[in-house]
């Protein structure tokens, strides 16, 4: 049966003419003949037979005619036409939320943008926001759609599935007491399957109400008297749970999960003759409450200091928590700054300045500026004369600024491991990042020797990036990370862990395998525009999912703190 068929290339017609902006008469008669055959109970191939087919609702001769067109040869001339009129890439761009057929085209006109990589560069560089009618807003929504549409494996970044769920809380927190994300979200995981909001009332089905009316709800999936799913427009689900507070305990841990964590935790209930679930931690004969109020209560109840939300993987925490032997996690407050921002010189879009009084409005003491290095051509990397340029305004900066400004670069780790600048220009730097940003596809071997090489120049101070993965979009580096991080030991290098959400490089098992041979840890925003500062926090979720404590990172030194420890590396190192 070709119905599903058909009203697919009817529906593909009334795009294509959308985006082209034909009249609106012409697209919907498509569409309504889409929805005519998607409906049918019987083989539209039945009407074509009987002559029938212009009996049907909303098909008139030049529809019947296509449909026959199609059932004869299997192919319908006018989509074809239409196909090689309009780019493929704008037709994609309609599955991305906030953005219709007469944005796609304002894009394609302006912009020449055709295709959704380049849409994806586009917001990301502030173009769409400054096309006329559009503004900031509607582009972060573009943004956001696209994470959306691109989402890996159907799971999302947690920087989107953050702001969905931030969003939804704050109509959910109008009509209840509390309410927080849990799930994979509140563990900071890298990317999230489905959201899970949790939300204390004495009045659940107020609070459901007001849930599954948000207008961003699509469909709702289920809906009970303390819990409902919904799947939003962009087909992400959420699910929520509202409890009464003497549960708000019981249920966080039940929902922040990992699921591994709550069966660990439940067997120890049992064996000390508890009963855990997400209502309440009950004596197993009587049956009588214990605790559930809070987590913290739950775990004392069960012999155990409060485990925070990062580490509960079951890897351990739980046996290294009844010892009161979790490590003290580095928290937001310990970081003083910022050790891998973009600015106007290279492709920030951000003025030194800038950079700093928003350093000082998030508490910081200092901030390292460090743009990329001169072979970078398509990121507007720095000339050995622009880098001193550099240097002069930011030393004219630091005689007033707040915030001490660090003069830095992200220096090219070259494809044969020489690093883009000379010694002594690297000399001059106050912190030398290295990455690598080219020649991706190199042999392991030949990956490898260069990191080596590039290790062994006393001036590399940071490897940036390490693995250069994006997530869901290009895959780790073959690095032999037991060689990079047992070097950077050796070598008194420090390993960046980049907060940038789908980079989060080094991810959690390689920062745990630094941590075991001693290396330091640094945390960049790698920024490329003032909103991208608040992105730090991504970072510290890897650094404290793999237990790192705050002497563990060089972003919780103050300035001269670090500045010695960079040319104490580098003097040992021999330069
Ligand atoms: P996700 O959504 O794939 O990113 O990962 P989670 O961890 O958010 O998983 P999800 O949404 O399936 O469930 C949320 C939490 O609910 C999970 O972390 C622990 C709890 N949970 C779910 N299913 C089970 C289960 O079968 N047993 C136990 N003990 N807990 C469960
Ligand atoms: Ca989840
Ligand atoms: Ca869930």
């Not at 525009?529 to 970072?539: K, P, S, V």
């Amino acid at each position: 049966m070709k119905n599903k068929e058909i009203a697919d290339k009817f529906t593909e017609i009334a795009h294509l003419l959308e985006i082209k902006g034909e009249n609106s008469f012409k697209i919907r008669s498509y569409q309504k003949a889409a929805e005519t055959i998607e409906a049918l109970d019987h083989d539209i191939k039945d009407d074509y037979l009987s002559g029938n087919l212009e009996e049907l609702d909303g098909i008139g001769k030049n529809i019947a005619a296509k449909i026959s067109e199609y059932l004869i040869g299997g192919k319908i001339t006018k989509l074809e036409d239409l196909r090689k009129e309009v780019p493929r890439g704008l037709l994609e761009m309609l599955k991305v939320q906030g953005l219709g057929p007469a944005k796609i085209r304002l894009i394609y006109e302006k912009l020449g943008v055709k295709t959704m990589r380049g849409l994806d560069i586009a917001a990301r560089r502030g173009e769409l926001a400054a096309l006329p009618g559009m503004g900031e807003k509607s582009a972060a929504n573009i943004l956001r759609g696209l994470e959306i549409a691109n989402r890996m494996d159907g799971r999302l970044l947690i920087s989107t599935a953050e702001n969905m769920a931030e969003d939804f809380l704050a109509v959910i927190r109008k009509s209840c007491d509390e309410a927080l994300a849990c799930g994979s979200l509140r563990r900071g995981c890298e990317t999230i399957g489905d959201i899970d909001l949790l939300a204390v009332s004495e009045k659940p089905e107020k609070t459901i109400d007001s849930f599954v009316k948000i207008p961003g709800v699509e469909k709702v999936i289920a809906s009970g008297s303390s819990k409902a799913s919904v799947f939003t427009s962009g087909n992400v689900q959420i699910d929520l749970r509202v409890v009464p507070e003497k549960s708000c305990g019981a249920a966080m841990l039940y929902f922040t999960g990992s699921k591994e964590h709550n069966i660990a935790l439940r067997k120890r209930a049992l064996d000390k003759g508890y009963t855990l679930n997400e209502y309440a931690l009950s004596d197993q004969k009587s049956g009588k409450y214990i605790a559930g109020k809070t987590e913290k209560d739950v775990y004392k109840r069960l012999g155990l200091d409060y485990i925070p939300p990062e580490l509960r993987e079951n890897r351990g925490e739980i046996e290294r928590s009844a010892l009161g032997d979790l490590p003290s996690l580095i928290e937001a407050e310990d970081i003083k700054g910022d050790l891998h921002l973009h600015s106007v010189y290279s492709d920030g879009s951000v003025e030194i300045r800038a950079l700093a009084s928003r350093a000082s409005e998030l508490g910081y003491g200092w901030i390292a500026v460090c743009d990329h290095s001169m072979s970078l051509t398509i990121a507007r990397g720095l000339s050995i004369n622009n880098l001193m340029k550099k240097k002069k305004e930011i030393d004219s900066l630091n005689k007033t600024s707040r915030v001490k400004i660090l003069f830095g670069a992200e220096v090219d780790i070259l494809p044969d491991g020489k690093l883009d600048y000379p010694d002594k220009v690297l000399r001059e730097l106050d912190v030398c990042l290295g990455a690598v940003h080219a020649a991706f596809n190199q042999s392991t071997e030949v990956l490898n020797k260069r990191i080596m090489r590039a290790m062994d120049n006393p001036y590399l101070d940071v490897l940036a990036h390490p693995t250069a993965r994006l997530i869901g979009k290009r895959p780790e580096l073959p690095l032999d990370m037991e060689k990079v991080t047992e070097k950077a030991a050796d070598k008194n290098i420090i390993l960046e862990v980049n907060a940038f959400p789908d980079r989060r490089d080094l991810k959690e098992d390689h920062i745990r395998m630094a941590l075991a041979k001693g290396v330091m840890l640094s945390l960049g925003t790698d920024s490329h525009a003032l909103r991208h500062m608040d992105n730090m926090r991504y970072g510290l979720m890897n650094l404290r999912r793999a237990g790192c404590e705050k002497k563990d990172v060089l972003n919780t030194r103050t300035a001269p703190a670090l500045l010695k420890i960079i040319s104490a590396r580098r003097k040992k190192a021999g330069g």
